[in-house]
């Protein structure tokens, strides 16, 4: 039945195309970490490019001054390692030909691709490099959809500051790689400015799995807020030791790792209370001027990949980067490269994702990150208000009257 | 006070782990002059058995040690009898490559098995524990380390009062007169890197419930043994236990340096490494040879 209803919402998609005759087909070219560490990350971005180009397709292609123009994508395996990623983006335009560029997973393999994309002036669009180093290059052929580092926690604080009693004090653990770093410190001067204060920062090895001295540091000063600016392992570490040297703070919220299923079938019922900064949730309210409508979404997603639950929101930006290409193309109305990437510069457009433009340097500042929490084994969005599907449980319990 | 001892307590507990990943690393590297790169490989497939067990049968993840020693044992003798045997007299750089590559593949295995999801096993008294006033000692990592203190003096005694043992250790000391006296070479050998993976076996158990595990967890662990091995030092099952209780220490004490000390953790112990190997080759409590 949810499969019938994506075809039908696909079939009615296809009403505003206007070309009928075929034109050439349009390579786009993609480097991915489909083995090695990132496989997990990695192969979440392919299925929102996959979910995008089978519309696109089913239509006809993208419409460019009437000519439908099929869509192909090209992956390569850079086996999750940065400079492998620039070398297969550099063979995907000379040999593949791709007329553009999707982005990689990561803000590492994103910057080491930023620099092939720029030499070659071919223009990428990415959906999961989010470090602001990207696009403090001067670069003028990236172009990032998702919110960039220093917003994934502004949320969170935002969040607090309407909360009652109001939490004044936040413990912050950072990893210690550029992407993390920019998260943290973007948060230890925009805290002052809603009324709290940064009472602990610490800073610990990217990867780490022991941090219990780290969690012993924050328990001695007793925080309101405890963040961690790092990733899905660091953060299930810090809360296995949270839990077991008994930290209790009003507020638990992790960058990056809370929102996937993982960390939710790591810890159990310690996962409960924990909040995120995240791209999207499949609960956002935004009203799409082209492609489909959230709840559309996830129904297609859910048709195509059956056992895999809500999509995450790695899968929506991806997915989001390539309306973001597609949009500026039909804009363009050419596949010059050149015309392209003036037209991504000046795109202006919401769809499922929310908001799509992009600053001077290329990075998407405009839509904004939402907050989750885990209400009972299941995420759910509480802030902000107007796109939320629950409140925040607030203040978190001690660990010992869970 | 309080902070200070309960920094010690938790350096102690994490060096319980260390220990765990350590004998059986040192116990390869000692008799067989092997320098085990897929150490770390081999801790994880314990890891991912005691998280398969507790999933599908509900296992307490405690009980499920036993299963993965014996599994690894059987895996490591088989490896050693099968492949590592045939270069056991090659020069030192053949081990490198052979291991190297062995971890390799068994990593990639596990990627294919259990794909690249984050795995932790959460019994229900995960992260409960002893309350003495401020200071908190969770359960599950005290009963690591009492784990880990168990399988060191297992091993040790093993090594030393049984005659599997003493075959091994007469290898140690010199394999040509221990051949000369009927020691069946190939099996002892098997019998030493089974052994040692029955260590790591465990100690991925021990692993799997206090942290969250992917394939490629178990790259940190080989670099971790061969730091607490150099630190105890060679040939001895109790000089492993200091050093694996010395590098969790000093690995707490370096996490709590205000500030970004956290990230030289492990800069702070390998240099310590060096300082020891400097004044005392062989290690903190190391006999020479």
């Avoid at chain 2, 993965?68 to 056991?88: E, P, T």
């Avoid at chain 2, 419930?209 to 790259?219: D, F, K």
Wanted: some cysteine; overall charge neutral.
């Amino acid at each position: 039945m949810l499969a019938m209803a994506v075809v039908a919402v696909v079939a009615c998609g296809g009403s505003e195309s206007g070309g009928n005759t075929t034109g050439s087909t349009i390579t786009l070219g993609a480097p991915l970490g489909l083995t090695g560490s990132l496989t997990k990350e990695s192969t979440l971005t392919q299925q929102g490019y996959n979910l995008w180009l089978d519309w696109i397709n089913a239509r006809g292609g993208i419409v460019v001054n009437g000519v439908k123009h099929p869509v192909k994508i090209k992956y390569y395996d850079d086996t999750s390692s940065a400079n492998q990623s620039a070398v297969l983006m550099q063979k995907l335009i000379t040999e593949d030909k791709a007329n553009f560029l999707l982005g990689p997973y990561g803000s590492a393999a994103t910057a080491t691709d930023a620099a092939i994309a720029e030499q070659n002036q071919i223009p990428m669009v990415e959906a999961n490099g989010a470090a602001q180093s990207i696009f403090n290059q001067g670069y003028k052929y990236t172009f990032g959809v998702l919110s960039p580092a220093n917003k994934y926690l502004q949320g969170v604080i935002d969040m607090a500051a309407t909360l009652n009693p109001k939490p004044t004090t936040i413990a912050m653990l950072s990893a210690d790689d550029n992407f993390s770093l920019e998260v943290a410190n973007a948060i230890n001067t925009y805290a002052p400015t809603k009324g709290m204060n940064v009472v602990l920062f610490k800073k610990y090895k990217n990867g780490a799995t022991n941090l219990a001295a780290e969690v012993q540091a924050a328990k001695a000063v007793n925080p309101d807020i405890v963040l961690n600016s790092g990733h899905l392992t660091e953060a299930i570490a810090i809360n296995k030791a949270a839990k077991e040297q008994k930290l209790n703070a009003k507020i638990f919220a992790y960058s990056v790792g809370p929102s996937t299923p993982d960390f939710i079938t790591a810890l159990g019922a310690d996962a409960n209370f924990v909040y995120d900064g995240s791209q999207w949730t499949p609960q956002v309210k935004y009203t799409p001027a082209f492609y489909l409508t959230v709840a559309q979404y996830v129904a297609a997603y859910k048709a195509k990949y059956p056992s895999l639950g809500d999509p995450d929101y790695h899968v929506a930006e991806s997915t989001a980067a390539c309306l973001a290409l597609e949009r500026a193309i039909e804009n363009a109305g050419s596949l010059d490269p050149k015309k392209v990437r003036d037209a991504l510069a000046a795109l202006d457009v919401t769809v499922f994702f929310g908001q799509i433009k992009f600053d001077s340097r290329g990075i998407n500042i405009y839509k904004p990150m939402v907050v989750e929490q885990i209400q009972s084994g299941v995420h759910h969005t509480v802030f902000p208000a107007d796109v939320a599907d629950a409140q925040p449980m607030y203040p978190t319990p001690a660990w010992d009257q869970r | 006070m309080a902070d200070f001892v309960q920094l010690v307590i938790l350096g102690l507990l994490a060096g319980g782990v260390y220990v765990a990943v350590g004998v059986g690393f040192g116990l390869v590297w000692g008799v067989l002059n092997i320098v085990n790169l897929a150490h770390g490989a081999l801790v994880i497939v314990g890891g991912y058995l005691t998280w398969q067990l507790f999933t599908t049968l509900h296992l307490d993840p405690f009980l499920t040690l036993p299963v993965d020693a014996v599994a690894l044992f059987v895996f490591g003798y088989a490896l050693q009898r099968g492949v590592i045997n045939r270069i056991i007299r090659a020069p030192l750089l053949f081990t490198f490559l052979l291991t190297f590559g062995l971890n390799l593949i068994v990593v990639n295995m596990l990627l294919l098995i259990f794909g690249s999801d984050f795995r932790s096993v959460t019994p229900s008294y995960s992260g409960q524990g002893l309350e003495l006033g401020s200071i908190v000692i969770p359960y599950v990592r005290l009963i690591s380390l009492g784990v880990a203190i168990a399988l060191s003096a297992s091993l040790a005694f093993v090594l030393n009062r049984t005659r599997t043992g003493l075959a091994i250790n007469a290898i140690a000391a010199d394999r040509d007169a221990a051949q000369l006296v009927g020691i069946d070479l190939r099996h002892a050998y098997a019998v030493t890197y089974g052994l040692g993976a029955a260590c790591a076996g465990v100690a991925g158990g021990l692993i799997a419930m206090i942290q969250a595990i992917t394939p490629t967890a178990g790259e940190p662990y080989t670099l971790q043994a061969f730091v607490v091995v150099i630190l105890g030092g060679l040939g001895r099952v109790s000089a492993t236990v200091v050093g694996g209780l010395a590098f969790g220490l000093v690995e707490a004490f370096g996490q709590s340096i205000p500030g970004s000390g956290s990230v030289f953790a492990n800069a702070i112990a390998f240099s310590l490494m060096v300082l020891v190997l400097v004044t005392r080759p062989q290690g903190l409590l190391g006999r020479l040879r």
